[in-house]
């Protein structure tokens, strides 16, 4: 083996066998061209790599020159020696020193050798000597080995690099999203996206513009100069940007686009716009979700010569789609917020209206949270006068208007159309309707520019509308539309019960004043008998002070007097009659009785005038009865001496007439007289008396009279004394006047049960016979003076002796004892007449009896 061959050997084992470090591919890289350098006695080395941008070779290690010194090499330089080893894959040297000029590290022999691998050439190894001798082949062979392992180590260090980057791209967007979607506000989302877009992309600065209802609002970003804190951003608030052309495009074809200014990428109207505002290179971006723009996002460099490569324009794109998201969901999320509230703001609406009667403060009340609930201007409320010709302002909310009543005619603008054709209308552009009428803007003193209007109807009749006047985000929707019928719902109620409630209040003033001004004198209590009114006629009969009477008790103003002690009275039941006198001398009958949900009502009508002319009668009957007692005396002495005189039959006669006459008329008078002397006189003997007693001795006194009808009269004593208290010549007569009735107008043969009953508050006693019975007719007049029934004078030749005027005596005197006088009959049937009169306390307790024939 000759020495040129062991060196080849030793030269080539080493160019392939040196260890290289992969994990610093630079050094690894700076070594391998050292080696060149050695190996093939060169006094410069230098590696160019492939640099795809820009399709050229850029210098990266250098040995014995500077890199600086070297220039970068197109990928398509015309020289033989660059052809041949592109195109062969093999190193090639120059002819000695000639031919190697237009070659890096000429002048002198070079030789070039491409790194090459797995079909792609990453870059080219040079090397050269200045002695001018050729290199060998054997140089070459040790060239294309070290350019063959710089090119594993080139290829390897440019996959670990794109592989880093895909990891820095992908922890970018996993922070970006996950600080982006968590911010739940417009605002926060789009700062957030903003600093995530310019850590991303290393941009001076980044600008959002978000196309909201027409306003278009562009807020810039920027990273703090001199910090490095992560997602910290200043923004510069609102601010104006010119009008690019390259804007309009992203955003209808929502695809991103650069402009550069070195070299050149863009329209020239785009570039020129670049350039005066300063900067070097701008992206634009479009903020959509799906087919929906939100708006445009722009980065923009202010390095000269900046460029944006594609892998830039992906991240900061995808960046920009996380931040359309997330402001979506912001945005869904406040709409969601603010339908909460406005439900909230209806709700506070829905209480005010019901839970106040004052009308005013409650429509006053829902304008301005109707108000705030639409975000309006202000909300108006106009009620239809009662000609039903104008609207009239009655509530507002908002900006106050200028005059409080304003009125607009029924025929006018938005509001009168709604009110006559009881329909909701949205205006949103005033200036275009024919029904805006700008003389009420005049008197309001509005800029109107868009207009909600619903109609406010209870049962189908329009009472006025409710207006929201402009809408700040420029148009009012059907769910606004929606929200203040609601409202308006809420106001036909309020107004609804208010009517109701004055309808109420009038009614109660009018009886008031009824009550007030009528003639019967009136006094209202409440159940415990506190005095609630007191109307005029009672205040001048008692003399009392009407007003300081009201709250205090009715014993305490009727001090000392029946009406008091029965308006207090807890026991007394109701109604209840009374006459009573007042300090002015006058008669009162009263009435008390109760008054459901109020308390006790005494009305009381003067009956003084009825009083006296009840005496004067009593009087003139009393004397007029008198007086004629002494003539008919004297005619009945004159008919009874006669008796014995020889008369004819005839004479007989009418002798006998004259005899039936004067007793009738003197037993008519006797009747009369007592009658005026019982009720004239109020002052009765009351003293224990047994009812037993009584039924005995009226019994016994008519004994005679039934034996003669042969009537049987039935009557079993009770067992127990029961007394009562009473004049017992007064009731006897009762009791008489009774069972001498059922003698008289039962036919002979009769039967009469006289039955006693008793408990411990009451005596009742019965006279029962079965005679002709009393027709139903009669019934409520058998008690009236001088009334005589069918009975009496069932046979008109011989009429039943009487005047009329028993059963009526009877009844006052069982009144006068605090007692009750019925009758039960059934013609035909005979007759049952009853009293109930209050029994003496005893200390025996009784239950009531049966009423059984014995
Ligand atoms: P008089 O007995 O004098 O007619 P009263 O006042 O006692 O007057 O009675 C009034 C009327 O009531 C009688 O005329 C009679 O028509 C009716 N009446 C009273 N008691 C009875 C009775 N027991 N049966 C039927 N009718 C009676």
């Known amino acids: 083996m000759t020495d040129d061959v062991r060196m080849l050997q030793s030269n080539l084992y080493r160019a ?84 190697s000029m237009g070659l890096p590290l000429a002048p002198g022999s070079v030789a070039c050798a491409p790194c090459f691998t797995g079909d792609k050439t990453y870059g080219l190894m040079f090397i050269a000597n200045d002695q001018g001798k050729a290199y060998s082949d054997e140089d070459l062979s040790t060239l294309d080995v070290l350019a063959a392992r710089a090119a594993e180590l080139l290829a390897f260090a440019r996959q670990t690099a794109s592989q880093n980057y895909l990891f820095h791209k992908l922890s970018l967007l996993y922070q970006a999203s996950h600080s982006i979607t968590g911010s739940h506000e417009r605002d926060e989302a789009i700062r957030q996206m903003a600093a995530h877009l310019l850590k991303a992309s290393s941009a001076n600065i980044c600008e959002v513009q978000i196309l909201e209802d027409g306003t278009e609002q562009i807020r810039r970003f920027q990273q703090p100069l001199g910090q490095s804190v992560p997602h910290t951003v200043v923004t510069d608030g609102p601010i104006q940007v010119p009008n690019y052309p390259i804007h309009d495009q992203v955003l209808s074809e929502l695809m991103p686009a650069t402009i550069n200014l070195q070299p050149p990428v863009g329209s020239g109207e785009d570039l020129a716009l670049l350039q005066s505002e300063g900067y070097t290179a701008a992206a634009v971006f479009p ?92 909300c108006v409320l106009f009620l239809l006068d009662e000609g039903g010709e104008e609207l009239v302002l009655k509530a507002s909310g908002g900006r106050v208007m200028r005059v ?145 009477a009201v709250g205090r008790p009715a014993d305490d103003i009727f001090f000392d007097h029946p009406l008091g002690e029965s308006l207090m009275s807890q026991t007394l039941e109701l109604p209840t009659t009374l006459e009573v006198t007042t300090p002015t001398d006058r008669t009162l009958y009263a009435t008390i009785s109760e008054v459901p949900d109020v308390g006790r009502v005494a009305v009381m009508q003067d009956i003084t005038a009825l009083k006296q002319i009840d005496n004067m009668r009593a009087q003139l009957l009393g004397t007029a009865a008198h007086d004629l007692k002494n003539p008919l005396n004297a005619i009945r002495l004159g008919a009874d001496l006669l008796a014995d005189a020889p008369f004819s039959e005839q004479q007989r006669k009418a002798l006998d007439m004259m005899h039936r006459a004067t007793d009738s008329m003197t037993s008519l008078i006797t009747g009369l007289l007592e009658t ?54 007064r009731l006897n007569s009762v009791m008489s006047n009774l069972i001498s009735n059922a003698i008289k107008f039962t036919n002979e043969g009769g039967k009469i049960h006289v039955v006693v009953m008793w408990n411990d508050e009451e005596v009742t006693v019965s006279v029962k016979d079965n005679g002709p019975g009393i027709p139903e007719e009669e019934l409520p007049r058998v008690f009236e003076h001088l009334f005589r029934g069918r009975a009496a004078v069932s046979d008109p030749n011989n009429p039943i002796e009487g005047t009329g005027l028993g059963l009526a005596l009877a009844k006052t005197v069982i009144e006068q004892h605090g007692g009750r006088l019925w009758v039960e009959s059934e013609e035909g049937k005979g007759s049952t007449f009853l009293f109930a009169l209050p029994r003496e306390a005893t200390p025996k307790t009784g239950s009531l009896k049966p009423d059984v024939d014995r």
Not at 38 to 53: C, K, M, N, P
Not at 302 to 316: C, K
Not at 699 to 720: C, F, G, M, S
Request: charged fraction near 20%; hydrophobic fraction near 40%.
């Open 404 to 548: 409080k009543d304003v009125a607009i005619r029924l025929e006018e603008g938005i509001a009168g159309w709604v009110a006559r054709n009881k329909s909701p209308l949205i205006v949103n552009d005033v200036r275009t309707n024919p029904l805006y009428h700008s003389a009420i803007d005049a008197q309001t003193g509005m800029l109107t520019s868009s207009v909600l209007c619903v109609p406010l109807e209870t049962r189908g009749e329009v009472l006025g509308v409710i207006e929201a006047i402009n809408n700040p985000r420029g148009s009012f929707t059907k769910t606004d539309q929606q929200m203040l019928s609601s409202v308006a719902s809420w106001a036909a109620i309020a107004l609804d019960n208010a009517n109701l409630f004055q309808r109420v209040a009038e009614e109660r003033s009018r009886l008031e004043a009824t009550l007030v001004e009528t003639a019967d004198a009136v006094v209202l209590t409440t159940p415990a008998g506190y005095i609630v009114l007191v109307n005029k006629a009672a205040a001048q009969a008692f003399r009392i002070n009407a007003e300081k």
């Open 676 to 729: 005026i002397r019982v009720e004239s006189t109020a002052n009765i003997l009351f003293e224990p008396t047994n009812i037993n007693d009584l039924i005995r001795r009226a019994i016994e006194d008519l004994r005679p009279l039934a034996d003669a009808k042969k009537h049987t009269i039935q009557y079993v004593p009770p067992q127990e004394s029961l007394l009562i208290m009473g004049d017992p010549n």
């Open 16 to 99: 392939a066998t040196t260890s290289l470090d992969f994990d610093s591919p630079g050094e690894a890289l700076d070594e391998l061209i050292q080696l060149a350098n050695e190996l093939t006695g060169s006094d410069r080395a230098a590696l160019y790599e492939f640099d795809q941008a820009s399709a050229s070779f850029t210098p990266r290690f250098s040995e014995g020159v500077s890199i600086s010194d070297l220039g970068r090499l197109s990928s398509t330089a015309d020289h033989p020696v660059l052809r041949e080893v592109i195109s062969n894959h093999r190193a090639v040297a120059t002819d000695g020193s000639a031919g």
């Open 287 to 378: 903020l959509a979700v799906g087919n929906d723009p939100l708006g445009l996002v722009r980065i923009l460099y202010e390095q000269p010569g900046r460029q944006i490569d594609e892998q830039e324009m992906e991240l900061a794109q995808a960046i920009v789609n996380i931040g359309a998201i997330g402001l979506q969901d912001a945005i869904h999320l406040e709409t969601a917020e603010s339908r909460a509230s406005q439900l909230q703001a209806l709700s506070e609406i829905g209480r005010e209206m019901t839970s106040t009667l004052d009308l005013e403060a409650a429509l006053e009340n829902s304008m301005r949270y109707a108000q705030e609930m639409l975000q309006a201007e202000a």
